[in-house]
Nanobody, 118 residues
Framework: QVQLVESGGGLVQAGGSLRLSCAASGNTISISRMGWYRQTPGKERELVAR???????HYRESEKGRVTISRDKAKNTLYLQMDSMKPEDAAVYYC????????????WGQGTQVTVSS
């Protein structure tokens, strides 16, 4: 089992920056990949960025250059740095971990709300 707890969400002005954190606990050694997703009402959850245990990153095309995903393995914490924020960035952001402990299992945090004022 892996537990994920996000933090760092809140209200930010357009053009500002925000850093989200995701603390992982439990069987963290089994985590192969972690990522950030976001969801707005009525829409499907979408990938923002993900990072493998080896440090390879993948970004949503529209977010390249504006967001940075990073992972501190020693602290079992995942980060998402978002800069030059836009009102359309407003969403609930979810942390995801893909565990390979027994087959492949996705774990999700409870989500953190990000609001962007224009």
């Amino acid at each position: 089992q892996v537990q994920l707890v996000e933090s760092g969400g809140g209200l930010v002005q357009a053009g500002g920056s925000l850093r989200l954190s995701c603390a992982a606990s439990g069987n963290t050694i089994s985590i192969s990949r972690m990522g950030w997703y976001r969801q707005t009402p009525g829409k499907e959850r979408e990938l923002v960025a993900r990072i493998t245990s080896g440090g390879d990153t993948h970004y949503r095309e529209s977010e390249k250059g504006r967001v940075t995903i990073s992972r501190d393995k020693a602290k079992n914490t995942l980060y998402l740095q978002m800069d030059s924020m836009k009102p359309e960035d407003a969403a609930v952001y979810y942390c995801n971990a893909l565990s390979m402990a027994t087959g492949w299992t996705d774990y999700w945090g409870q989500g953190t709300q990000v609001t962007v004022s224009s």
